[in-house]
């Protein structure tokens, strides 16, 4: 499948997903992870669309593959090592994903997970059907929402073994926003930097107040990139959300959980 989908596609694009799909597998060979045979394939062709959609909308701030690779594929990736992370024939939705992160490389590598793309932008929607459609990902689903929204949704609300997300809260809110959509017994995974470090009391204290226990961090390591300060934090979902929470759309960022304050630029 995955060198079809390459041949498909001919001229210069067809030589450069070659080389990217080259370049994909011996680097996530190096990453302590399993992954399907056609995922390199089906990355670099993710990439090519994503390069091409990006220069009529704002999915992405940079699409040189160079840079690419380590940011957004193998950073994606890497918490796959984790042990219990994602556990065989998972349910995982992803809260936020923008152009599809990690979601979407995380399906492409783990067909056997089956996952949501949440996002509350129509424009980024359109963008991941056609990723679906063109990889024929049968595994993926879309859901137009915000996540306040979804959160409360019976069809969302405690229904996913795991939810994650990347750089798209505070942790405190983070903990608002995903921990309503685990079943109790689930996991949340976010993905984050630095700034999780002052993040982190407030972190604690909403992720009680919502049924999650303690937070606790691994350091996410990439051959390529040591210097990076990469983290997933993962809060296990012990018991039922109240149901106050998650508060009406625009609550949890404006006024988070446990006492959180953003410092000032």
Known sequence: MGEVLVREVSGIAAVNEFLWAERLKNEMEKLPIGFDPAAPARLARYHS??????????????????????????DSLAPLSMA???????????????????GLPLAIARPDLSV??????????????AVVEELELTNVRLCHARAEDAGRAPAHREQY?????RA???????CELLLPMV??????????????????????????????????????????QPEWQHCVVRCQKQQKT??????????????PLGGYVKPKA
């Open 49 to 74: 669309l994503l390069a091409e959609w990006n220069q009529h909308m704002n999915l992405t701030g940079d699409t040189d593959f160079d840079s690419a690779i380590d940011r957004l594929y193998l």
């Open 84 to 102: 219990e992370a994602f556990p065989e024939g998972a349910s995982l939705i992803d809260v936020g994903t923008g152009a599809g992160f990690p």
């Open 116 to 129: 949501m793309l949440l996002d509350s932008l129509g424009k980024r929607l359109k963008f991941l059907s």
């Open 161 to 165: 073994d795991r939810a994650v997300a």
């Open 168 to 174: 798209v809260a505070p942790l405190p809110v983070l």
């Open 183 to 224: 079943r109790p017994g689930g996991e949340m995974l976010c993905y984050k930097g630095p700034a999780a470090e002052e993040e982190w009391q407030a972190g604690q204290k909403a992720a009680k107040l919502v049924g999650g226990s303690e937070l606790t961090r691994q350091p996410v390591v990439l051959p390529t």
């Open 242 to 255: 109240p149901k106050t929470y998650p508060r009406k759309a625009g609550t949890p960022a404006r006024e």
